[in-house]
Antibody, heavy 122, light 110 residues
Framework: QVQLVESGGGVVQPGRSLRLSCAAA????????MHWVRQAPGKGLEWVGA????????HYADSVKGRFTISRDNSKNTLYVQMNSLRAEDTAVYYC???????????????WGQGTLVTVSS | QSALTQPASVSGSPGQSITISCTGT?????????VSWYQQHPGKAPKLMIY???NRPSGVSNRFSGSKSGNTASLTISGLQAEDEGDYYC??????????FGGGTKLTVL
């Protein structure tokens, strides 16, 4: 069955960097666009960004553009987000999510990971 | 990238029907049929309930249905059950090739 497992969360000081990973299994990873979605404590969902199935196309929310970089390694079935210049408002549970259909983008998130908590605090 | 607008809360009694609205703009909900709905229980990851405005993934009860008119999408839950209680979010693809969520609606089953 489809599995998405995030890792790399933790406590980091403002201005520092962190890289999250999402290990995928149970489907042909290289055929699907992948997304990062976050949820601040007690708040709603916020789309962070996405990468196309082959890594050639990336899109970001305005709130993270220029600070976060999404990438993927299809040979390792792994999605990444490099988060630089972290701010207190980046504190959230970060989920990776798979797009609904092969080779499509934006239809919806059929599968989600369990999330990893990032806390930005001095 | 303004969030889609949802009511903060809705409620209903078991067996009743409720509808949650999701209002966007002509740059997202109004122009694409890529509207999806998610259910989230406390401490859990969201679950896809509706995609492409009105389609249900396999395994989702047919008590859940979706529709769209102009810039507003709607999720209807019929025959409310206690297990339907939770937070619901809509999402849409946008003309900027980004995605945007609604602020979320807390559903209480009385």
């Amino acid at each position: 069955q489809v599995q998405l497992v995030e890792s790399g969360g933790g406590v980091v000081q403002p201005g520092r960097s962190l890289r999250l990973s999402c290990a995928a299994a149970g489907f042909t990873f290289s055929r699907y666009a992948m997304h990062w979605v976050r949820q601040a404590p007690g708040k709603g969902l916020e789309w962070v960004g996405a990468v196309s199935h082959d890594g050639s196309d990336k899109h970001y929310a305005d709130s993270v553009k220029g600070r976060f970089t999404i990438s993927r390694d299809n040979s390792k079935n792994t999605l990444y987000v490099q988060m630089n210049s972290l701010r207190a408002e980046d504190t959230a549970v970060y989920y990776c999510a798979r797009d609904f259909e092969e080779y499509t983008y934006g239809e919806g998130f059929r599968y989600w990971g369990q999330g990893t908590l990032v806390t930005v605090s001095s | 990238q303004s969030a889609l607008t949802q009511p903060a809360s809705v409620s209903g009694s078991p067996g009743q029907s409720i509808t949650i609205s999701c209002t966007g703009t002509s740059s997202d909900v109004g122009v694409y049929n890529y509207v999806s709905w998610y259910q989230q229980h406390p401490g859990k990851a969201p679950k896809l309930m509706i995609y492409d405005v009105s389609n249900r993934p396999s395994g989702v009860s047919n008590r859940f249905s979706g529709s769209k008119s102009g810039n507003t999408a709607s999720l209807t839950i019929s025959g409310l059950q206690a297990e339907d209680e939770g937070d619901y979010y809509c999402s849409s693809y946008t003309t900027s090739s980004t995605l945007v969520f609604g602020g979320g609606t807390k559903l209480t089953v009385l």
